[in-house]
Nanobody
Framework: QVQLVESGGGLVQPGGSLRLSCAAS????????LRWFRQAVGKQREVVAS???????DYGPSVKGRFTITRDNAKNTMYLEMNNLKPEDTAVYSC????????WGLGTQVTVSS
């Protein structure tokens, strides 16, 4: 059974930081491309960041320079380090693993508010 489980979300003040984790099981993690998505209320889901099996990364324009995506294949875990958070970063953040088949986590809420 494949599972992707996000953790690390919460409430943070503007300018603060959070680190999200996505723990995978049931897949050969190192073979999968990984992505973080987010969806805010009333908005379309957007790709936040991606990392290939060989750790090539890419970022959405709104988070470039503030967020960092990494992966630890030994721990079957992906991370998203989020710095200088803004209210517009408020959303449900979900992780995604894709090879031939695509898998999704259920998401974790990130709220940026004073």
């Amino acid at each position: 059974q494949v599972q992707l489980v996000e953790s690390g979300g919460g409430l943070v003040q503007p300018g603060g930081s959070l680190r999200l984790s996505c723990a995978a099981s049931g897949i050969t993690f190192s073979l999968y491309g990984l992505r973080w998505f987010r969806q805010a209320v009333g908005k379309q889901r957007e790709v936040v960041a991606s990392i290939t099996p060989i750790s090539i990364t890419d970022y959405g324009p709104s988070v470039k320079g503030r967020f960092t995506i990494t992966r630890d294949n030994a721990k079957n875990t992906m991370y998203l380090e989020m710095n200088n958070l803004k209210p517009e970063d408020t959303a449900v953040y979900s992780c995604n693993a894709v090879a031939i088949i695509e898998y999704w986590g259920l998401g974790t809420q990130v709220t940026v508010s004073s």
